[in-house]
């Protein structure tokens, strides 16, 4: 009897066993774990949490008055994978407004690059400015010239006509006065300079003088102009012919106009 009483009394004492198992604070267990890990490890830590109950279980199975040793806390002896850790320390957190800084200026310069991807020296730009000034200078004159020989015809058109005809009367002392003088006409007839006189205004009476041929451009319309002048100094009015920048000379002589004869001194 006495065996069957002990025997009840350290089995109804054997569920009362604790464990002393020490108390880990959660400022412990903060700093013991850290506060993400990654996927495998935190399976690795389910199955320790498995193995620790089990070992419970155990020690509660020990014989009466048994206590097992106590658990320090420790960290875990399984380091954290390689690509877990990377990710973490690439995982930093990016300020918006320099992010959109350093894309606007990566677009900037990427728009420049392609745009522009070889920039011209500014003695470059100083020979382009010449040229084009050159180029304008040069269109400029062209047409500057152009007008005005657009112009001088067109003047000489309304002023002579064509052919170039110049007329005018002047008393020289061939059969003339001044209540009736003479009449002159120089044309410019197919380059052919003529003047023809009409002695006191009487055509009947009319005289032709050859004057030179011209030559060149545009000689076909140039206009032929008739002045009086004493040049040889005999007090009688000579006949200057005028064409352009030239002068030819008929010397009046015996009521006719002839031209100069050889060392005669002419002053024109």
């Not at 003088?209 to 545009?218: D, K, N, R, V, W």
């Amino acid at each position: 009897m006495e065996q069957r009483s002990t025997q009840r009394t350290m089995r109804a004492s054997a569920p009362h066993t604790q464990v002393n198992i020490p108390d880990i604070s959660d400022e412990e267990y903060d700093d013991v774990w850290p506060p993400r890990l990654p996927t495998s490890t935190r399976r690795y830590r389910g199955d320790t949490t498995t193995n620790t109950g089990s070992f419970s279980a155990d020690v509660q199975a020990t014989g009466q008055g048994e206590h097992p040793p106590a658990r320090t806390a420790s960290k875990s002896v399984v380091p954290p994978r390689r690509t877990a850790a990377q990710a973490s320390s690439d995982l930093k957190p990016v300020d918006p407004d320099t992010e959109a800084i350093f894309n606007s200026r990566h677009r900037v310069s990427l728009a420049k690059h392609r745009q522009d991807p070889r920039r011209l020296h500014w003695l470059g730009y100083v020979g382009l400015g010449l040229i084009v000034t050159l180029l304008v200078m040069l269109l400029g004159w062209i047409a500057l010239s152009f007008f005005n020989s657009w112009w001088t015809v067109w003047q000489d058109d309304l002023h002579y006509g064509r052919p170039r005809t110049f007329q005018v009367d002047r008393a020289i002392g061939h059969n003339d006065s001044d209540a009736s003088p003479s009449h002159f006409i120089a044309l410019n007839l197919n380059r052919h300079v003529e003047v023809i006189e009409f002695p006191g205004g009487d055509p009947t009476k009319a005289k032709v003088y050859m004057g030179p041929i011209l030559t060149g451009s545009g000689q076909d319309l140039s206009p032929v102009t008739l002045t009086f002048k004493d040049v040889n100094g005999d007090g009688k009015l000579d006949l200057v012919v005028n064409v352009q920048e030239s002068h030819f000379v008929l010397i009046n002589d015996n009521s006719q106009f002839r031209p100069p004869h050889q060392g005669e001194n002419i002053n024109t």
